[in-house]
């Protein structure tokens, strides 16, 4: 629901708004004893809840032309609260009987106060800046308040006479800013409680039969709001009254205080909790350029293109010593970590032993490269090797129309990031298809990749599954025609998505989070058929 009101003052009016997204979702999992899971072991498991989230915010805008100054300014004061609630109820089999589990709600809200005033002088400079005061339930009273900041400003140049009387530059822009941001996103609603680690409550109440398991506090942990500083500047540039149009952005961006769960070292974080872990830095360069390729009465083709080059590097380890930390769980057993985070590296980079090749180009099983050369094999040798975040990311995008018709498409891509490919490494090798624990009359499912390498037990940290994850995506192509009515127009359309993946990655799908690839199943490809109508 939407409100706006203009106040008996010229120029201001009031904005109100109020939002709830309601969700009940049901679930269950039933699998036979004889099935390829192996273990000889039933399993029945449903689950119901909620999701409820609630909005409300509402704003002054004050607009005035400040005629003697040649400004125009605008004003905007505010306030906003949302609301996060869930809770599940569950079902399964304990000693061969169905048991209820009960689970307590998580629920969570997050309150902001916001102001902004923007002046524009002389339609030539632009001054804007920006301040909000968040408030979070996720962190203690002490810390649950933080301040945010931002100050930009533009110089329009489109309306100088440089521009002006230019044969061939149309528009001209110069920009900068400095702004703040924060992050409180913790999947715990009491991380910031000391007993309280995810999965690890440490106290238990009677109900009857059932035991209901509840945080028993005994100090906090001093979580704080993660902060993200960043500076920008760029330019908009026009030429041939801007049927060629881009832009040129640069950012240098410092993040602290970063919210992360992850096993970190004795002496150093707090094991297996929730803590303020370190900080990083990334910077990079945005391009962008659009093409008016044909524009007449009965016909318009635009083309338009993206590229971001970008780098990021762990600053610091906060209270880790700087040392070097093991992260990114991968299937294997307990302690398996195939990441390192580590001083001046990308936060996504790889630690493997390098893999051993025959003359054929095969990987040897269980060879590895003895690094540090003394005669033994440990985790000693593991190396930093590829990282998952890409170098650059890019996107091109086209639409065309004649007369009714319209055609539109949008490819996507990234160069010069790895996955490692977890599905591959974790089911790949003779032990897992004749598993020596069970009596299974079957042949397990196994990754074809298994007739390349030969494995006889996993080699999990091998450098063979750090793989090449480089991608051309066709994410959609959409075909309209326009129907002209006399009260109604109407638009059919039919649109394709991800239609095509180009990549030389072995798994169903090279964008992966982290990447590291857990991924069983393709992503879906959906065909839409619309029809819209305009009364």
């Given at each position: 629901m939407n409100a706006e009101y203009k106040l008996p003052v010229k120029g201001l009016k009031f904005t109100g708004n109020a939002g709830i997204d309601y969700n009940e979702f049901d679930s269950y999992s039933l699998r036979d004893a004889n099935s390829g899971a192996g273990d000889r072991v039933a399993s029945k498991n449903f689950s119901r809840g909620i999701r409820r989230n609630n909005l409300l915010d509402g704003r002054?805008?004050?607009?005035?032309?400040?005629?003697?100054?040649?400004?125009q300014m605008d004003l905007t004061l505010g306030s906003s609260v949302q609301t996060f609630f869930r809770q599940s109820f569950d079902r399964?089999?304990?000693n061969g009987s169905l048991v209820d589990f009960l689970s307590s709600p998580d629920e969570?809200?997050?309150v902001t106060f916001f102001g902004r005033a923007s002046f524009d002088i002389n339609d030539l400079l632009v001054l804007s800046g920006s301040y909000s005061r968040n408030g979070s339930s996720r962190f203690s009273e002490d810390n649950r308040w933080a301040n945010f900041y931002g100050v930009s400003g533009a110089i329009k140049l489109t309306n100088t006479d440089f521009v002006k009387n230019s044969s061939f530059l149309s528009q001209l822009k110069i920009r900068g800013g400095f702004g703040q941001t924060g992050q409180q996103e913790i999947s715990a609603p009491f991380a910031y409680l000391s007993t309280?680690?995810?999965g690890?409550?440490?106290a238990a109440v009677q109900f009857g039969n059932q035991f209901v398991t509840t945080i028993r506090p005994e100090g906090s942990i001093d979580l704080v709001w993660e902060t993200t500083d960043q500076w920008n500047a760029g330019i908009d540039l026009g030429f041939f009254n801007n049927r060629l149009t881009g832009s040129v952005d640069g950012f240098y961006r410092e993040t602290s205080d970063l919210l992360l769960f992850g096993p970190l070292p004795a002496g150093g974080l707090e094991n297996g909790s929730i803590q303020n872990a370190g900080s990083t830095l990334s910077r990079g360069i945005e391009t962008s350029i659009n093409v008016k390729v044909l524009e007449t009465e009965n016909m318009t083709w635009n083309i338009g293109g993206n590229i971001t080059f970008q780098e990021i590097e762990i600053t610091d380890l906060a209270g880790a010593n700087d040392d070097p930390v093991q992260v990114g769980g991968i299937s294997g057993g307990v302690g398996n970590n195939i990441q390192e985070w580590a001083v001046g590296s990308d936060p996504t980079t790889f630690h493997v032993f390098r893999?051993?090749?025959?003359?054929?180009?095969?990987?040897l099983d269980g060879v590895f490269v003895d690094t540090n050369g003394d005669n033994v094999i440990n985790d000693a040798d593991r190396v930093r090797y590829k990282k998952a975040n890409h170098d650059a990311y890019f996107g091109l995008t086209t639409n065309f129309s004649y007369k009714r018709?319209?055609?539109?498409a949008t490819l996507r891509g990234a160069a010069g990031g790895y996955n490692y490919n977890n599905v591959t490494s974790n089911a790949a090798n003779l032990a897992t298809i004749f598993p020596t624990n069970t009596q299974i009359p079957l042949y397990l499912n196994t990754p074809s990749d298994f007739l390349n390498t030969g494995f006889s037990d996993q080699e999990v940290f091998s450098d063979y599954y750090v793989q090449k994850a480089d991608f051309i995506k066709l994410d959609n192509v959409s075909l309209g025609y326009n129907f002209p009515g006399d009260k109604v127009d109407i638009r059919a359309s039919i649109t394709g998505t991800n239609l095509l993946?180009?990549?030389?990655?072995?798994?169903?799908?090279?964008?992966?989070f982290n990447g590291i690839d857990n991924n069983l199943f393709p992503r879906n490809r959906g065909i839409i058929l619309g029809l819209g109508f305009n009364f």
């Open positions: 002054f805008d004050y607009s005035r032309d400040l005629e003697k100054l040649n400004t399964g089999l304990e969570n809200s997050i309280f680690t995810p690890q409550q440490t893999q051993v090749y025959d003359q054929d180009g095969a990987p018709f319209d055609l539109s993946t180009i990549t030389d990655y072995d798994g169903v799908d090279p964008e992966v």
